[in-house]
């Protein structure tokens, strides 16, 4: 048995353990192996995907400091800010967010409607003032908070930072005793990486409940040596701040960057085409952004025999309000 490790505080948002669930996708032209899903797509109804997970530790920190406000930012359709506008509202908190994207329609639609739904306060850039200040916008945005009197918590993209990736510690945790349930060994183990934070916190938690698991992210934006520098950082990041934590470093992920197509947040034919498959095959529904590139990523990495195993356990991250505003391509 490994040490136990000593995990932050956390606050329980999500619903867990999620289940591990048997795919039948092409399981008759595929005896040989066995593919999973693991529905962090269930960890709440709207409250939900893996930025969930990363919040319980998030909100711990928040309220442990006394602030009354959560700042954080993405794209207009993005599912973390939705996510921490809603943990906020249930917890009596203020929420500002910082968008990205062109305000264009009249009506807002998926995430963007249940983060204005909930309540947050919300700021729309374009892509390049965004990209060009993201740290003046949040700097002005906590200025703004502050001026009224509340304390802000500014929270990184994604929630990926060193608090947030225990969230997939966690979740690593829960992992290992799905695999011990179905009899699972040596599984690959396979997630999206956006913002690296859930691939970052796989990856030290498998090494630590799972050690014969290989994990492999699939990169949405950014490349494979982005990832793979932002994955160590993160992890040094958490085990410099929790020097206690017995966390260690673990062998780096297989990371692959050749499925992000046209680019971040840009279907194409293939992904859209695994979307309709898997909502057919198993009641699974993915999303064009994360999850429906990296499944269909998965799929064209083991048909090209780049991975040996025979249990193959894909992390449905959720994100299916971002489905929504792709109803055309689809
Ligand atoms: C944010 C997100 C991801 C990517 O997770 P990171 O930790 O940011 O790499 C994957 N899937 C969905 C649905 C997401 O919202």
Redesign the pocket.
């Known amino acids: 048995m490994p040490s136990p490790l000593q995990f932050p505080d956390s606050i329980p948002l999500a619903q867990c353990p999620t289940p591990l669930q048997a795919l039948r996708y092409r399981q008759k032209q595929s005896p040989n192996i066995r593919l999973w899903c693991k529905r962090d797509d269930l960890t709440g109804s709207v409250l939900s995907?893996?930025?969930v997970r990363k919040l319980e530790f998030i909100l711990a920190d928040a309220l442990r400091q006394g602030a009354d406000t959560l700042i954080t930012c993405g794209g207009l359709q993005s599912?973390?800010c939705r996510a921490t506008a809603l943990v906020a509202a249930q917890y009596g908190l203020r929420c500002r967010l910082i968008l990205r994207g062109e305000q264009n329609s009249a009506s807002s639609d998926g995430n963007l409607l249940l983060s204005e739904l909930a309540g947050a306060e919300i700021e729309i850039y374009s892509p390049r003032e965004y990209h060009a200040n993201l740290p003046q916008l949040f700097l002005r945005a906590e200025q703004v908070v502050k001026a009224r009197g509340s304390q802000p918590y500014s929270i990184p993209t994604?929630a990926?930072n060193d608090v947030g990736l225990w969230g997939y510690v966690a979740c690593a945790r829960e992992l290992a005793l799905d695999f011990e349930r179905h009899n699972i060994h040596s599984p690959l183990v396979v997630c999206?990486?956006?913002?690296?934070?859930?691939?970052a916190g796989l990856s030290a938690g498998l090494n630590h409940f799972s050690p014969g698991a290989q994990v492999l992210g699939v990169a949405v934006c950014d490349s494979a040596e982005y990832f793979a520098k932002r994955v160590k950082a993160d992890i040094q990041a958490a085990q410099a701040r929790f020097v206690d934590s017995g966390l260690s470093l673990p062998h780096p992920p297989m990371i692959v960057d050749d499925y992000i197509g046209p680019g971040y947040a840009i279907g194409y034919p293939e992904v859209f085409s695994v979307i309709r498959d898997l909502a057919r095959s198993d009641g699974l529904v993915l999303?064009p952004v994360?999850?429906g590139k990296a499944f269909y990523g998965m799929l064209e990495e083991l048909a090209q025999g780049r991975h040996q195993q025979r249990e193959i356990v894909f992390i449905h991250?959720?994100?299916v309000f971002g489905l929504f505003p792709y109803k055309n391509e689809l």
């Open positions: 995907g893996n930025k599912n973390h994604g990926s999206a990486a956006g913002s690296g934070g859930t691939l999303d994360y999850t991250t959720g994100g």
